[in-house]
């Protein structure tokens, strides 16, 4: 009898085409921000697209972009604090009823339990370092040492991850309790599947226990622009960097490494954040005002403008970025990359290949790379198209939406069958 009725139940399933109808998204704010809120609202979009009903659970509003978020997603249900996580999850259940949930950055661990014991399966998308270390960036604020052990005793002393910087405005840091943070894995673990971005993600978090058969890599790649063009590569040798303008973005030591360049040049920092006007001090001290332009917070296609005109882009990360995004967008536009040899970057920047990878804080390694490049414009030249090529075969947005749905498609007919045991 229960092979008969998980037989239906899978027939039933695959009578729909083997596809999922509603997807819960979840993430802690509404609106554009980064790299992550990028990424939920261009998927959420495509799904949309392809006929799925997508619905979200969300933080506060960035203020930025937040009528787009709020064409895409019909169903928007607020976790604000107005009420608890379980009346928000029971108002999901009741009027838009998931197939499947998409659950992106969140560190509520009551809404992490409300989602763990519902009926819908959670597929969880790990942008970051946040279930592989307490203070989420995987590394010493202080020192800048690169952490590689898993979440233990040793994260209170001597590394003192208890304290850890606060996103937003007022006081810029808080508290993170240890027996929370395990409490906070523990619910992770519960989860169906797991997607990250690199194999380096993946192996961190097999040392924090997570499984490895739930582990899926698959980079949350953006789509692509169908504008194609050639970058200028004229005699400006503009240098563009793009990003969020905190300590771990490495802008300062991007600076220095900028202040030892033997060819002309001329430099964008597109990008906001708190560490921005130290850099600015940083950039008039060595002398850079005059070649150095910091632009703040700049929307995708002005940025490609920027790339337009570019020589090269650079990758200054000295925390070990999950993938680096950034860098496989300037590929797209046909730019050489130069960055550090830090977290999941060399899995999409080949040495000598399509840019250059430069031991980590070498900044007199970088400037070298940078020379080399400005230098000789065919070089240049050579290592964007073939970034450009290797970014459309292995990173293409309608490969990564394809196998996003067909994962979420497993889960959710697991779970189904499952239930129907």
Not at 44 to 56: F, K, Q
Not at 145 to 158: A, N, Y
Not at 334 to 354: A, H, M, Y
């Amino acid at each position: 009898m229960l092979v008969c009725a998980r037989s239906l139940a899978t027939r039933w399933w695959e009578g729909r085409g083997s596809k999922i109808v509603k997807i819960l998204f979840v993430h802690e704010r509404l609106g554009a921000h980064g790299g992550a809120e990028a990424n939920v609202l261009a998927t959420a979009g495509a799904l949309r697209g392809r006929g799925h009903e997508v619905g979200l659970i969300h933080g506060p509003g960035t203020g930025r972009a937040e009528t787009a978020w709020e064409q895409v997603f019909a169903g928007r249900f607020p976790h604000d604090g107005s009420r608890t996580a379980e009346e928000v999850c029971a108002d999901v259940d009741a009027t838009f009823r998931p197939d499947v949930v998409f659950l992106h950055k969140t560190n509520d661990t009551g809404l992490l339990e409300a989602l763990a014991t519902g009926s819908a399966p959670v597929v969880r998308m790990i942008h970051d370092h946040e279930l592989a270390c307490m203070r989420g960036y995987r590394y010493n604020p202080i020192t800048r040492c690169i952490c590689t052990r898993p979440v233990s005793t040793r994260c209170l002393f001597p590394c003192g991850a208890s304290v850890a910087r606060r996103n937003g405005p007022g006081f810029p840091l808080k508290w993170v309790g240890y027996v929370e943070k395990l409490r906070e894995l523990a619910v992770n673990r519960r989860f169906a599947a797991f997607i990250v971005a690199s194999g380096y993600m993946r192996d961190d978090l097999t040392k924090n226990d997570f499984p490895a058969s739930r582990l899926e890599v698959l980079p949350p790649v953006p789509p692509e622009n169908e504008e194609e063009f050639q970058s200028s590569f004229d005699g400006r040798n503009r240098i563009v960097f793009s990003g969020q303008l905190v300590r771990g973005k490495g802008v300062d030591v991007l600076l220095d490494s900028l202040a030892l360049l033997r060819t002309p040049f001329e430099a964008v920092i597109a990008g906001d954040g708190g560490h921005r006007a130290y850099c600015e001090r940083r950039c008039r001290r060595l002398g850079l005002g005059d070649r150095v332009r910091f632009t703040g917070f700049l929307p995708q296609e002005n940025i490609r403008e920027h790339y337009r005109d570019a020589s090269v882009a650079v990758v200054s990360s000295v925390w070990p970025e999950p993938f680096g995004m950034v860098g496989l967008e300037a590929m797209r536009c046909g730019l050489p990359v130069v960055g550090f040899d830090v977290g999941g970057i060399k899995e999409w920047l080949q040495d000598g290949e399509t840019g250059y990878l430069v031991p980590w804080m070498d900044r007199s390694g970088f400037a070298r790379r940078l020379d080399s490049l400005l230098r000789d414009k065919l070089l240049a030249r050579t290592l964007g198209e073939n970034g450009r090529e290797q970014a459309a075969a292995r990173f293409g947005f309608e490969s990564y939406l394809c196998n996003l749905e067909s994962l979420l498609d497993r889960v959710a007919s697991a779970r189904l069958c499952a239930t129907a045991r």
